[in-house]
């Protein structure tokens, strides 16, 4: 069955000061690993899709990185707005209806 | 915004009650995913239907069931409700249901059971 650890569980980040969130999985043949992001209350919002080791994505703070057993979410000079809470999830080959498998996520929060 | 709708947005009832939760997807999307997220067990995949048939289930229980309709919007029903079903209801839609595609979640719905 596909798995995903997501650490830390929480992070503490003063304004400006980089990081980086790790998500360690394993899957039955990879099809694809999803970063999300969510707010207090809100649903997950869609950052990125990682489908192969060495791939990377960028949006403008954010940096997601995938080798064959994690994925990295590096969080550059973040903001107070980048405070959320950060969700990976995999999908697999054998993965019923191509369901996502999530982490229990990091929060973040960012003070100025 | 995602382009998921999700209806109602709260919802407050009590023990041994049924309860009925809808989402309309994405313009153009036929699949549609349900997920249960509670504080313990994070996001949990429920079942999904892809133009308007069942295609997996995931951790739903018995007393839940859903269902699309012919214009693609959704429905978890959830009956005889108990106290540990209180949580909140997303509904994520994807174009078809291929491997790799994103899966764009809704604003959810908070049940609290009491």
């Known amino acids: 069955e596909d798995q995903v650890t997501q650490s830390p569980e929480a992070l503490r980040l003063q304004e400006g000061e980089s990081s980086s969130l790790n998500c360690s999985y394993t899957?039955?043949?990879?099809?694809?690993l999803f970063w999300y992001r969510q707010d207090p209350g809100k649903g997950p919002e869609f950052l990125f899709t990682l489908y192969s080791a060495g791939e990377e994505k960028e949006k403008e703070r954010l940096k997601a990185t995938l080798t064959k057993k994690e994925s990295f979410l590096h969080i550059t000079a973040p903001k107070p707005e980048d405070s959320a809470t950060y969700l990976c999830?995999?999908?697999?080959?054998?993965?019923?209806?191509?369901?996502?498998?999530f982490g229990g996520g990091t929060r973040v929060l960012v003070k100025p | 915004d995602s382009g998921v709708t999700q209806t109602p947005k709260h919802l407050i009832t009590a023990t041994g009650q049924r309860v009925t939760l809808r989402c309309s997807p994405r313009s153009g999307d036929l699949s549609v995913y349900w997920y249960q997220q509670s504080l313990d067990q994070g996001l949990q995949f429920l079942i999904q239907y892809y133009n308007g048939e069942e295609r997996a289930k995931g951790n739903i229980l018995e007393r839940f069931s859903a269902q699309q309709f012919p214009d693609l919007h959704s429905e978890l029903n959830l009956s005889s409700l108990e106290l540990g079903d209180s949580a909140l209801y997303f509904c994520a839609s994807q174009l078809t249901s291929g491997l790799g595609e994103t899966q764009y979640f809704g604003p959810g719905t908070r049940l609290l059971v009491l």
């Open positions: 999830a995999v999908q697999g080959y054998k993965a019923a209806g191509n369901k996502l498998t």
């Open positions: 899957v039955s043949g990879l099809r694809g």
